[in-house]
């Protein structure tokens, strides 16, 4: 089982830590360290950077924004950490946070540092190591799900936890929020989709299902499998863009990323998380378990669907750009002009089968 762990590089160079600097701040904050550590990089992620830093055989997780972006952006890493101290009681899968710093003396940009849950990630193919049949499969599937449920059952009224978010009123904010944001990223060669907008705005539902809190990325890539019972899930990463907000959005969200085995070939290329091999749940499967097991409504789930591969087709329109101007020269952004307009026919197609 080793084989599927997830495991880690040399840090590239334009990613490296002052390793002196990261000693001399952990020794004076966190317990029991000794002797010199070992930095490496975890190769996942397209936007935070995560480091396991190893003191003999302790081994801890430092996350921190890319080079050259601010820490009270987007990337707010000790806003991140503040939402796993406030809901680590409630929800003991948060990984523990072991110290924050904000003294851009250390390392130029705050950051945090976490415990290290040491297990398995799946990422784009499922590691044969797993040994997982169909039925196995399914069965992950549904932990999966029941994590998510647990997290939306968690009592959001604490302060710590109050202070997430707004929660009423924020599918409206949503809608607005991320249309604005579709809005400036155009470019020459984009379709605007206003159409697909309008829909948006006439078809979200009058207020919440629920508010509580949400993850906003969960997907099977920011879930730690037991490495001695691959079935159980031991950690959920990546609580950047957590908040309060209604659990069938959280859905939505993470059903953009659910490429199904008999998806077509263009969306097959989004694919980044096992979700087509046998025994694994359908989109639709995973809404009407999400419904048994959390008690809300799932029947008119359409617009949650549509709105999470909208919000996901302005991210790649963002980013391609900044390839268009210039701000980015990676080549594996080429193509995100055609892929952003293929999730605007993907919207349309899923529009018209709900008009039906």
């Not at 523990?96 to 290290?116: H, K, N, Q, S, W």
């Not at 998806?263 to 091999?277: K, Y």
Request: aromatic share 8%.
């Amino acid at each position: 089982m080793n084989a599927a762990l997830d495991d880690t590089r040399e840090m590239r160079e334009e990613d490296r830590l002052d390793v002196a600097a990261v000693d001399a701040f952990l020794k004076q904050h966190v317990a029991d360290l000794h002797g010199e550590p070992v930095i490496r990089q975890f190769p996942g992620g397209a936007s935070n950077l995560t480091y396991l830093i190893r003191y003999g055989e302790r081994e801890l997780v430092l996350r921190r924004p890319p080079a050259g972006v601010k820490a009270k952006s987007a990337h707010d890493m000790l806003r991140e950490a503040q939402v796993m101290a406030a809901l680590k009681t409630a929800y003991p899968h948060v990984p523990r946070i072991l110290a924050r710093c904000d003294d851009p003396a250390v390392l130029g940009t705050d950051f945090y540092v976490m415990e290290r849950l040491r297990g398995i990630i799946l990422r784009r193919e499922l590691p044969p190591a797993l040994g997982l049949d169909e039925a196995g499969m399914r069965q992950l599937c549904h932990g999966f799900i029941d994590r998510l449920v647990e997290l939306h059952r968690v009592d959001a009224t604490p302060p710590a936890l109050a202070a997430l978010g707004r929660g009423e009123g924020y599918i409206a904010r949503q809608v607005g929020g991320w249309s604005e944001r579709w809005r400036k990223a155009l470019t020459d060669d984009s379709d605007p989709c206003e159409d697909v907008l309008a829909w948006l705005a006439q078809e979200q539902p009058v207020g919440e299902t629920a508010i509580c809190v949400i993850h906003n990325d969960y997907r099977f890539d920011n879930v730690v499998l037991d490495p001695a019972n691959p079935l159980d899930i031991i950690g959920v990463l990546d609580w950047e863009m957590a908040t309060l907000g209604d659990p069938l959005m959280d859905l939505g969200g993470s059903l953009a990323y659910w490429v199904q085995a008999d998806d077509d070939a263009v969306f097959q290329s989004f694919r980044r998380q096992p979700t087509h091999v046998p025994g694994m749940l359908t989109r639709r499967e995973v809404v009407d378990y999400y419904g048994e097991r959390s008690g809300w409504r799932v029947d008119r789930f359409d617009f949650y669907e549509i709105f999470g591969l909208f919000r996901l087709m302005v991210i790649i329109q963002q980013i391609h750009r900044r390839f268009v101007l210039g701000q980015t020269s990676n080549p594996q952004f080429a193509g995100f002009g055609q892929a952003a307009a293929y999730m605007g026919q993907r919207c349309r197609r899923l529009i018209a089968r709900s008009e039906r």
